[in-house]
């Protein structure tokens, strides 16, 4: 199993790319949608699915985009159904000089919530990991974890938008995240990987 990534939208938001010997998943849509789609073209594996960590706009902006050419099916958390569809709940209404707000109107999502799942040869832990935002989740795969905008390399996610919440922020990286092999590569949503073991030393888990 594979994971690559490209950095996109207006934010510099990580869009993930995983795959297996037969197929491939894609992890947070987040915008330039053109680029997403040229790598699926390259990567010449079939993709069966979309996950979203959560549904703020700058990780769903070319959902739709993606989704008119390949209609696979969307997971997500129920907590945030209606991010697809809300602009002052995604955070763009906060954005209007970028072009937006950004909404989906053809995603009909499959919720999960936390457990272990599989699609199409992919083994996924997923983790409940609210705090940034009431559904943040965590797709833990063999050999990585991708985390959305819960946990960074030395930094965490902002709980100043919709329901964000610092407390349950903190909980979800202290009693699930670092329940994690500490050797275990980490990929959030924005900047660059880490492990659970660099993490412990975050300075805002310890100050």
Request: glycine share 6%.
């Given at each position: 199993?594979?994971?690559?990534?490209?950095?996109?939208?207006?934010?510099?938001?990580?869009t993930?790319f995983?795959?297996?010997?037969?197929?491939?998943?894609?992890?947070d849509?987040?915008?330039?949608?053109?680029?997403?789609?040229?790598?699926i073209?390259?990567?010449?594996?079939?993709?069966?699915?979309?996950?979203?960590?959560?549904?703020?706009?700058?990780h769903?902006?070319?959902?739709?985009?993606?989704?008119?050419?390949?209609?696979?099916?969307?997971?997500?958390?129920?907590?945030?159904?209606?991010?697809?569809?809300?602009?002052?709940?995604?955070?763009?209404?906060?954005?209007?000089?970028?072009?937006?707000?950004?909404?989906?109107?053809?995603?009909k999502?499959?919720?999960?919530?936390?457990?272990?799942?599989?699609l199409?040869?992919?083994?996924?832990?997923?983790?409940?990991?609210p705090?940034?935002?009431?559904?943040s989740?965590?797709y833990?795969?063999?050999?990585?974890?991708?985390?959305?905008?819960?946990?960074?390399?030395?930094?965490?996610g902002?709980?100043?938008?919709?329901?964000?919440?610092?407390e349950?922020?903190?909980?979800s990286?202290?009693?699930?995240?670092?329940?994690?092999?500490?050797?275990?590569?980490i990929?959030?949503g924005?900047?660059?990987?880490?492990?659970?073991?660099?993490?412990?030393?975050?300075?805002?888990?310890?100050?």
């Open positions: 199993m594979e994971i690559s990534y490209l950095p996109l939208g207006f934010v510099s938001t990580n993930y995983v795959t297996n010997e037969d197929a491939l998943l894609i992890i849509p987040a915008g330039e949608s053109h680029k997403i789609l040229d790598k073209k390259s990567m010449n594996k079939p993709l069966k699915a979309i996950l979203l960590t959560h549904a703020h706009f700058d769903i902006a070319a959902l739709d985009d993606v989704l008119d050419v390949y209609p696979v099916p969307v997971y997500m958390h129920q907590n945030e159904h209606d991010f697809l569809t809300n602009p002052a709940k995604n955070g763009s209404q906060k954005f209007q000089e970028l072009g937006l707000p950004i909404i989906t109107s053809q995603a999502p499959q919720f999960i919530d936390e457990g272990d799942i599989q199409d040869g992919f083994d996924i832990s997923v983790l409940y990991t705090g940034h935002s009431p559904g989740l965590s833990v795969f063999k050999d990585f974890a991708v985390v959305g905008d819960t946990l960074f390399n030395n930094g965490i902002r709980t100043d938008l919709y329901q964000g919440d610092l349950t922020l903190i909980d990286i202290k009693d699930k995240l670092f329940e994690l092999d500490e050797t275990m590569p990929y959030p924005h900047g660059p990987s880490t492990t659970i073991e660099n993490e412990f030393m975050n300075p805002f888990l310890n100050g």
